[in-house]
């Protein structure tokens, strides 16, 4: 099954992308889309992304605050992420992780962050989304300290090098790819693209950024991962479909909260 591993499907709503998300639903369903995981960032859009996967069958939830946003409030807690852990659409904690691409004013916070949610996921028994970025060694430290092997996760959007990719897949992580393996300058991810074993690697958007060729400077959504499974197909030498169905049995072993029709 061809599924959209990480979406904010509530951004696509925002008046910049101006989209319905019955729509988007529709155009997913028409390319082939089975599934799709809609992905908090904070305090803010936890309720939207619970609420579209309580009102639509072919979306899973998580719940987390994005490195990015962690300086917007109080330090998250692990009961906070157990207790939204408890709702049945949720399937994943997450997105966390460790982001030190706009600098390292939250550095601290970051990392305090990532291992509340790497514990909460334990606890709840969740595999947990990560997203790194420009922190290779922090993130492999605290993932080796609070992550649990038993429920894994996921290294969304990955950018990052063979070595840290194969260090994850260690931990029970899988690694998932985005729009990005198809730009012109992307050539040492596409590197990791072919090193990645089929049976840890899982497709994204990350709509609505990223959109891959040729829709490059539109606004992303998950109809265009058949795009990033074809790309990543051709780089692999393997046929669209067996990636399709690799890479949806990975999300099943992965997320296996998630009711895949
Ligand atoms: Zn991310
Ligand atoms: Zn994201």
């Known amino acids: 099954m061809l599924i959209d591993s990480h979406c904010h499907l509530d951004y696509l709503e925002d008046p910049r992308h101006g989209m319905s998300v019955g729509d988007v639903l529709a155009r997913a369903r028409d390319a082939g889309v089975g599934h799709m995981l809609t992905v908090a960032v904070d305090r803010g859009n936890i309720p939207k992304v619970i609420a579209h996967a309580r009102q639509y069958p072919q979306v899973s939830a998580s719940v987390g605050i994005h490195p990015g946003a962690c300086g917007d409030g109080p330090l998250v807690q692990e009961s906070e992420l157990f207790l939204l852990a408890a709702d049945p659409n949720v399937v994943a904690i997450g997105e966390t992780g460790l982001d030190y691409h706009y600098g390292l004013e939250h550095a ?134 067996s990636v399709i169905e690799a890479s949806g049995a990975n999300f099943a072993r992965l997320f296996t909260r998630a009711r895949l029709g």
């Open 108 to 241: 601290e916070l970051q990392r305090s962050s990532f291992a509340v949610h790497l514990r909460a996921g334990s606890a709840a028994e969740l595999p947990v989304i990560v997203h790194t970025r420009e922190a290779v060694q922090d993130t492999l430290d605290i993932m080796s300290t609070h992550a649990d092997p038993r429920f894994g996760g996921v290294m969304h959007c990955f950018t990052e090098s063979i070595e840290m990719a194969l260090a994850a897949i260690e931990m029970n992580f899988f690694v998932s790819f985005s729009g990005i393996v198809t730009f012109r300058n992307a050539d040492a991810l596409r590197s990791v693209v072919k090193a990645v074993p089929l049976d840890r690697l899982l497709v994204e958007t990350d709509a609505p950024y990223l959109a891959p060729v040729p829709f490059r400077g539109r606004s992303n959504e998950p109809a265009f991962v058949a795009r990033v499974a074809e790309a990543v197909a051709e780089i692999k030498g393997l046929s669209p479909e």
